[in-house]
């Protein structure tokens, strides 16, 4: 027994360190556990934590421009803050190439829809100039190469370049280009060799030769065509993009192309809060384009509005559960409970009928002459509306946690209270009601949290002034189609739930929710 | 002389009756009155009425007949907070958002009185509980037994003159039991106030009270002070329920002389006091105590009847021997004898005779 009494690590019977050893015989237990809930791990994973992340992700992922129009991107990027913000014939040159290789795929519209959600007009110029790319010819930059060796045009030539890292490092635009060209060929099932070489490719060959005139590579085929590229009659890129679209030339155009260049952005959060990412810097949008602050704050208010409604109307009805002979208590439970088990369309529809301006309460209140016809209540596609429906949809939240709490509250409390002298009312007011608190604000933070994401209601009786940030979020990911935005959306709705989360765990304390027992 | 025990009367119970499903009675035709200063202490099975009488003195339940008096005035529509009566929990019911202070000042706050007065009390009542440090704690920080102080000190706190304990010491464990049992009654002492009790802990109710109201079946089954209910119980139910009791079942052969005769159902006949016992003829359980009975012929009387027994099992238990016996027919007759020099200490399978005086042996009803 002695040698435990001893400074240092208290030690098991065979040496080890107790530690140590009580680590080995818990880690089987351990082992155990992780395997009975690794399904469920792996399910929550996969269906629950990656698309949240994934789409968390997507708030300020932007690689598509830089994927699109690669070549003409690093040429943006090279630029120096004094150049001019329509660039040169040679960053046209190259947004040519990109244009192609893009049209051919098929990724033009995509990109062009993109940087619509930043500037308007932008799609239909990606659009236009897409057709327009194609039947520009351009055939006298292969015609020149062929001139200065015939070797160009063998596809056996540009397969052997392929193959040679330094040939990739001289000459970059180039080799992305043919190999567009070969991934394009294979993916048809046709022999490259049989092939015809397009002309873009040339066109990226004289924009890489024609950029630096040094090149370095030991291949006497380069180096003889970039001794001769200087001397080569050229298409102007500027002006015949310009003859596609004016725009081309606009500088609008140019600086949203600049300004979401980088494969990540914080444009989508700056528009989620009513700011704009321009070439300058940050801006606030102009007044009839802001929306989403108010949107923010409305949802917030009625969210806490619906949480009063519920507190208000799911109180008394706990308490009495609670009070009252389990027979009546089940009976009241069952009530509660009877929309849990009813679809929330149905619900949703049914207070559409109710509240409509042909609807029961008013045709009611018609027949009881207490409105007149002309004066119909508009109750229904308006945040009065939005806010009756969730209440009604919302309250067993409220209702359940009420009532697990204040089942736990036992009736001696209120009845010392009296004993020692308090009224009904001061009994509860000073001892039922600070024990029933837990039970409020879990019932708050449940009702809160699931209004504040709420969809389907408002969106049904929400009308245009009733509507919620998620129905802004749904019209982004459905309609619109604006994905980075809507994530933007949802992650500061995330966020301010997160925020409103914390904020209570410091006032009333999480130790005090209570779900039940 | 009816007329003084009225006057003198602060509680009183007056043909109450008490029925929650309009069925059957939970309280069945109750009287009772008790004088200011009593400690009385209803004592009964689960079951038997005792807490439902508790609660319609508190205000809690409402009687379905049947008056009710506090010091001379009729309390069955008062409500429970306006009749001034402190009452101790079975759980305490501590208010557990509240400290030690604030629970404690919570009555005085109600009746508006000062700040300083309130301190005051609120110190005196944790004093006089010993928990004079206690004041600051949260209820969750104290054990079992400071919480029964701390509602003995609330219920005290606004100076009621009738204080209410619904078993309140059912929680704590056997020591602590023992010993709140004797601060409880020190305290209802030094104060003088008026305490009902209520407890299924038959030494409790002994060791504490003036008197105990035995309850059974909704009805008081005897009211008398603890040594008079022990040696003289009323009825064979009052018998088998306080302390230890052997029973003996026979008919009444003969009643003279104070003395009623019994034959046993084995044919033995023995001397016993009639208590609920009248005619010849009628079925009786005779009751002795296990302390009471005597295998030492030298010291029964000559003219003793006795019995023949067999000793079945002999258990030491310190300060005491229990003596299991065979006595007609009953193999759970035991025999109590204090551990003294030279007290004989019986073998099992050892034959003997029994015996007891005749005052010690009651016929009580079958």
Known sequence: MSETIGSGPVLAADGTPLKRSLQRSLRLQKLRALLLIAPLLAFILITFIAPIADMLFRSVENEIVSETLPQTVKLLDADGPSAPIVPGNETFSALYVDLYVAVKNKEHTRLGSRLNYEQTGVSSLFRKSGRRVRRLDVEIYKNQFLDVDPAWGEVTTWLTLMEDAKVHKALPQTMWAFSAWLDDVIEDGDKPEEEKLEDYIFVALYNDLSAVSDKAVSRDLINKTASAVGGFETVDFKSAFAKFDKDWHNEDVWKTLRVYSPPYTEGYFLNAVDLQKEFEGYSVRPENERIYGTLFMRTLFMSLIITGCAILLGYPIAWLMSNRPMREANLLMIMVLLPFWTSLLVRTSAWKVMLQQQGVINDTLVWLNIIDEAGRLVLINNQFGTIVAMTHILLPFMVLPLYSVMRTIPVSYTRAAKSLGATNWTAFWRVYFPLSVPGIGAGSILVFILSIGYYITPEIVGGTSGTFISNRIAYHISSSLNWGLAAALGSILLLVVLLLYWVYDRIVGIDNVKLGG | ?366
């Open chain 2, 1 to 366: 002389m009816a007329n003084t025990a009225e006057e003198r009367a602060f509680v009183e119970f007056e043909r109450v009756q008490k029925s929650y499903d309009g069925e059957t009675l939970v309280v069945k035709d109750l009287n009772l009155s008790m004088p200011k200063g009593e400690f009385l202490t209803m004592l009964g099975p689960s079951g038997s009425g005792k807490t439902t009488c508790l609660m319609m003195l508190a205000g809690f339940e409402t009687a379905t007949h049947g008056d009710i008096r506090l010091d001379g005035k009729e309390i069955n529509n008062i409500p429970p907070h306006k009749r001034g009566i402190g009452m101790v929990f079975q759980n305490y019911a501590l208010f557990p958002h509240m400290t030690v202070n604030e629970n404690l000042a919570f009555p005085l706050e109600i009746r508006k009185l000062g700040k300083a007065d309130r301190e005051a009390k609120v110190r005196r009542a944790l004093e006089m509980v010993q928990m004079g440090e206690f004041g600051a704690r949260r209820i969750a920080q104290l054990s079992g037994g400071q919480q029964q102080r701390i509602a003995l000190a609330r219920a005290l706190v606004f100076d009621p003159s009738l204080v209410l304990m619904d078993e309140p010491l059912g929680a704590l464990d056997k020591q602590l039991r023992e010993h709140m049992q004797f601060e409880i009654k020190r305290i209802a002492d030094d104060l003088d106030i008026t305490v009902v009790y209520v407890t299924h802990d038959q030494t409790e109710a002994l060791t504490m009270s003036d008197r105990v109201a035995v309850f059974d079946d909704g009805r008081i089954q005897q009211l008398a002070p603890p040594d008079q209910l022990y040696e003289e119980p009323e009825n064979s139910f009052v018998a088998q329920f306080i302390g230890e009791n052997n029973t003996l079942e026979g008919v009444v052969q003969e009643i003279r002389d104070g003395l009623a005769l019994v034959r046993l159902d084995n044919g033995e006949v023995i001397d016993t006091t009639p208590v609920n016992v009248s005619e010849v003829g009628e079925r009786t359980k005779v009751s002795i105590r296990p302390e009471r009975v005597e295998f030492d012929k030298e010291r029964l009387g000559s003219e003793a009847h006795t019995l023949k027994a067999e000793v079945l099992e002999f258990i030491y238990m310190g300060d005491i021997f229990r003596t299991r016996l065979r006595v007609a027919g009953n193999e759970d007759f035991i025999v109590k004898t204090r551990n003294a020099v030279n007290q004989t200490r019986l073998e099992p399978g050892q034959q003997i005779e029994i015996g007891w005086l005749p005052e010690d042996c009651r016929a009580l009803d079958a």
